[in-house]
């Protein structure tokens, strides 16, 4: 069984940074993808970015690509989500997701979820 618990989420000016920390209870942690979804009032969940546990590649929506950044710290079973130049189309309540497939964590259909943490981007 994999928990997953997100933090560092809050409220920031337009063209502010944050960073996520998404840490996992696993022992296995650095043999799974994970990934962040984020889910705005009124809106699906949209994905955000993924990284895989073999070889570090990422993958970004393009809505994000160039601003935020995906990277992980299997000694600390921790992943981060890196933002910058946040705008107020980023205000979403963000999750980390976890599998064993990358594919599942990029479709957003892993078997684990964090319970996620708010972001607010104020203009």
């Known amino acids: 069984q994999v928990q997953l618990v997100e933090s560092g989420g809050g409220l920031v000016q337009v063209g502010g940074s944050l960073r996520l920390s998404c840490a996992s209870s696993?022992?296995?942690?650095?043999?799974?993808?994970m990934g962040w979804f984020r889910q705005a009032p009124g809106k699906e969940r949209e994905f955000v970015a993924a990284?895989?546990?073999?070889?570090?590649?990422?993958y970004y929506a393009n809505v994000v690509k160039g601003r935020f950044t995906i990277s992980r710290d299997n000694a600390k079973n921790t992943v981060y989500l890196q933002m910058n130049s946040l705008k107020p189309e980023d205000t979403a309540i963000y999750y980390c997701?976890?599998?064993?497939?990358?594919?599942?964590?990029?479709?957003?259909?892993?078997?684990?979820w964090g319970q996620g943490t708010q972001v607010t981007v104020s203009s």
């Open positions: 990284i895989s546990g073999s070889d570090y590649s990422s």
């Open positions: 997701t976890a599998s064993p497939a990358l594919s599942a964590v990029a479709a957003g259909s892993g078997p684990y």
């Open positions: 696993g022992r296995t942690f650095s043999t799974y993808a």
